[in-house]
């Protein structure tokens, strides 16, 4: 019966005026007269019914969107403080417990700055690393012992501990770390005459900035429609200013230019070359193991631009069936130890390239030794001279425009050379030999400094010679009368100049050995000026006379320099080995020397020839410039490089 008079009641709303039948009587009462008053006090369900059941279920329904309101709210705080910490932002080290956490204001950069001095012990350092992860570990394990329940005073004095020590650790390696960039001399009073670089002055003359340009990439060519709309990864091994680093961020240029989707994975970022990365818009990924790999296996092509990326391609090879057919190897080095670290999984890659005749003889051979196949024959891909140091040398290029001819190019070009000798302190009459490289063993500094020594001091050495200088006199060659009689006309007129100081690749012990062979000729060394390391050589080559390139051993590989040289009418001087002996022809583009100690001697002589001969540079200039323009300049490469890329790529 009172689930019957709710259900009447329920349709009513407050206030109205209708009538109620009361069950009992089955008279009817206004809603507001004293029965209906006392009928209704007396009983539960009227009582409840007196708001009406409307109200009730109303409130009901508050109740739940209450609920709702307040679940949603305690959701939404978490998630932004979660949000926060995992951005950074945790400003009491609220979630970290007190170890490892960054905050704002004056402990955001002190732990930033730890953390990159980590980084930089990890790679310098390898035994004091090791002390500072025991160190660090131990911190850890002491606060796993430590009780669940901390005040917050004892917390903040732990974390300040965990701090003080880890800062007193870090600044050890940090005054390590200042000592070996001390050990890198890069000033005026260390080197005797540091020059450049000449970046601000080649584009106040040429009025050209290369940061301006656009892409070079020709369209309607055969590579760009190859390439356009893939992607691409590009493995860098480090960044430094040197050879096969600066091939491949121009390769990568290209394809950006092209319409390429590019990815860069660099193994060492070691080098300068990070911002000019940026410049470019070159993608580089900041993991280089799993998201490098879910990168590289989504691409249409993997380019691996050195031996040493061998270990990657090892591992990403552990992770995926097709990744053998996928990856392309255009190896840079040739020396055994390269060979060595790379040899098991030569023959797991879709192909590989060389840049020379010779680097490609000598790795077969090796493989021959080891017993190793190769899934295919190796293809030949030498480098080239970029579109913007042949626009600067004068040869036509993608960047050439009506404004910018090159018979317009050349005039600058001269009008750089005069500038930029003028700061090194030159005159015409000096012959400036330059010679740009990473300084270390392999590519002859030191030996270039004696062939310059027998030139400069041939007549005391005559006079005064020790056995310890007799293995650098060639008696039967160079001191006739004529000679000696030009001994002070030569030391005024030579000059060499040596980069890259400051380049990550250099061997301190190495640059020290040559300034301490420096500091006891004091004639030659006024003689000798440094450069710094350097993306903008175009004013170098502008103001040089000569190219020596003088790598021992095996040889230089290919030697880019060699043919930038030889694009701005330069004459080389190169050792008769690797790949140097492919691109300069003696008597012809160049003159060729031995290796080591007996090729000092005949450099020495050579230096003499050309220095006597102005016409004889020249007319070596002419032919090497002629060579650049007929094999080495882009489109020759990309021509080539285009070929290996149909053949390598899953053509969809």
Same mark, same amino acid.
């Given at each position: ?336 130890? /390269?060979?060595?670290?790379?040899? !098991?999984?030569? *023959?797991?890659? =879709? %192909?590989?390239?060389? #840049? ?120 039967? /060659?160079?001191?006739?009368?004529? !000679?000696?009689? *030009?001994?002070? =006309? %030569?030391?005024?007129? #030579? ?137 080495? #300049? ?19």
């Amino acid at each position: 019966m009172e689930e019957g008079n709710l259900i009447r009641l329920s349709p009513l709303r407050p206030g109205g005026g209708g009538v109620l039948k009361s069950p009992s009587s089955g008279k009817s009462t206004p809603r507001g007269s004293p029965s209906f008053r006392r009928l209704n006090s007396g009983r539960t369900p009227r009582r409840e019914g007196k708001s009406g059941g409307f109200t009730s279920h109303l409130f009901r329904s508050n109740r739940v969107i209450l609920w709702l309101l307040l679940i949603t709210l305690w959701a939404y705080a978490g998630f932004y403080f979660q949000s926060r910490w995992a951005h950074g932002d945790n400003k009491e080290d609220l979630f970290s417990g007190g170890y490892g956490g960054e905050s704002n204001g004056q402990n955001i950069e002190p732990q930033r700055k730890n953390r990159s001095d980590l980084m930089i012990a990890n790679v310098s350092f390898k035994n004091r690393d090791v002390v500072l992860a025991e160190n660090v570990s131990g911190i850890l394990s002491n606060k796993s012992k430590a009780p669940k329940k901390i005040s917050k005073r004892s917390r903040r004095s732990s974390r300040k501990k965990i701090q003080n020590k880890t800062k007193v650790v870090v600044e050890d390696v940090e005054s390590e770390v200042d000592v070996q960039v001390e050990e890198i001399p890069k000033q005026n009073t260390t080197y005797g005459f540091l020059v450049g670089p000449f970046g601000s002055v080649e584009d106040s003359i040429l009025e050209w900035i290369p940061e301006k340009r656009r892409g070079t990439c020709d369209r309607k060519g055969a590579f760009a429609r190859l390439v356009w709309s893939r992607k691409f990864v590009l493995i860098f091994h480090e960044l430094s200013m040197t050879g096969a680093p600066l091939a491949m961020m121009e390769l990568a240029t290209e394809f950006l230019s092209c319409g390429a989707t590019i990815s860069v994975i660099v193994l060492n970022k070691k080098g300068g070359l990070m911002t000019e990365l940026t410049r470019r818009k070159i993608k580089v990924l900041e993991d280089k193991t799993d998201l490098s790999f879910k990168t590289a296996m989504k691409a249409d092509l993997i380019i691996a631009g050195s031996a040493v990326c061998s270990s990657w391609i090892e591992n990403y090879l552990s992770r995926t069936v097709l990744g053998s057919s996928q990856i392309m190897w255009w190896i840079m080095e040739n020396r055994r130890e /390269y060979f060595n670290r790379s040899k !098991l999984v030569l *023959n797991r890659v =879709k %192909k590989l390239i060389f #840049l020379s005749e010779s680097q490609s003889k000598q790795w077969l051979t090796w493989c021959e030794e080891e017993n190793i196949q190769l899934n295919s024959e190796p293809a030949l891909v030498p480098l080239s001279v970029n579109d913007e140091l042949a626009f600067v040398a004068g040869i036509s290029s993608s960047l050439n425009t009506p404004s910018f001819t090159t018979e317009k190019m050349l005039e600058k070009r001269q009008l750089l050379r005069s500038a930029v000798r003028k700061e090194m302190g030159l005159s015409e009459d000096d012959m400036l030999a330059v010679t740009l490289s990473s300084i270390n063993p392999g590519k002859g500094q030191l030996l270039i400094l004696e062939s310059a020594r027998l030139m400069i001091e041939r007549g005391t050495m005559m006079n005064n010679t020790s056995a310890k200088d007799s293995i650098l006199i060639d008696h039967d /060659y160079y001191y006739s009368r004529a !000679l000696l009689q *030009n001994t002070r =006309k %030569k030391e005024e007129k #030579l000059k060499i100049l040596i980069g890259s100081v400051g380049s990550k690749s250099n061997k301190v012990m190495y640059v020290k050995t040559l300034l301490r062979y420096l500091s006891t000729h004091s004639n030659l060394s006024k003689s000798v000026l440094w450069t710094p390391a350097t993306t903008r050589v175009a004013s170098l080559y502008a103001a040089a006379d000569v190219y020596i390139m003088n790598s021992q051993g095996l040889g230089e590989t290919f030697g880019r320099v060699t043919i930038e040289a030889m694009a701005f009418g330069l004459p080389v001087l190169g050792t008769d080995s690797g790949g140097t002996k492919e691109i300069v022809e003696h008597n012809v583009t160049g003159l060729l020397h031995p290796l080591g100690r007996p090729g000092a001697r005949v450099l020495a002589r050579n230096l003499d020839y050309l220095l006597q001969n102005p016409s004889a540079r020249q007319e070596m200039g002419i032919r090497g410039r002629e060579k650049v323009q007929k094999m080495y #300049l882009k489109k020759q490469m990309f021509q080539k490089f285009g070929e290996v890329l149909y053949k390598c790529m899953r053509i969809k």
